[in-house]
């Protein structure tokens, strides 16, 4: 017998809750900030405390960089803002809830 998700009360492969939930969030903000000795750091902000270690796992696989995460902040090592954005989407992010300084 298969697993029943408690949220929606779907079986567990296919379950929506996860999308529901990245779908509903806040704004995510994007920008880069100098860190010691001139090195350019990538900083996300918004992504909910349950989802950021798995999301900061993702986008250092796919992006190939160092980085760690602090309360509702990924820090990302180097400029990854020209592909951070299409990173996010393929994780199940809303485009227009994600916002890119320039």
Known sequence: ?????PNCGLPK???VCNVLEKEGEE???????KAKFDKIM???EGITSDEIENTTKELKRSLACGGTYKNTIIELQGNHK?????????LGYKE???D???
Not at 27 to 33: E, G, W
Request: charge should be positive; proline fraction near 0%.
């Open 13 to 15: 492969e296919i379950c």
């Open 96 to 98: 227009s809830n994600i």
């Open 42 to 44: 990538t900083v996300v």
């Open 27 to 33: 704004k995510i903000k994007v920008y880069t900030k």
């Open 82 to 90: 020209n592909k951070i954005k299409k990173a996010l989407i393929g």
């Open 100 to 102: 890119v300084a320039s």
């Open 1 to 5: 017998m298969t697993d029943i998700c």
